[in-house]
């Protein structure tokens, strides 16, 4: 088994429908942790790969409510980057650096635009095509759904 998105989807839904307070998966070097006794850390995520999870992952901030928009509408020209999994939402590889990119700056097909954090897993979320930044649909930090739009990318511009 490998901890890919999918897995760590498929391994938190498992978790949910259960009635179990913790549980920890280990493969290879990656380890999985999760407790519905979880704690707030308040720190954003670094880009450390295989690196392990903390004894209490972060709480996920709390969801709008249910009749508020999911996200801004996308600009109508220009292709919209989705969410690879749930989880949360950086513009920046570690606390204190610069973000991936800014609304106006130029991307190459491939290029890293932001990370999706799910239990400690950073999934890298890539440009699909070279053009200019034109939205930045996601606040930093903030929990995303899978298929969420959060960036959009202008291969005209």
Known sequence: MELTPEAVKALLDAFD???WREMTVTVGNDRVHVSRDASTDGGAPSLAAGSEAPAEPPALPAAPPPDAPASPEAPAQGEVVESPSVGLFW?????GAPPFVEVGGRVASGDT???VEVMKLMNQVVAPVEGVITAILVE?????????ALVVVDPEG
């Open 91 to 95: 513009r920046a590889p570690a606390p």
């Open 140 to 148: 930093n930090g903030a929990s995303v759904e899978f298929g969420q």
């Open 17 to 19: 429908q259960s009635d």
């Open 113 to 115: 635009v932001a990370i």
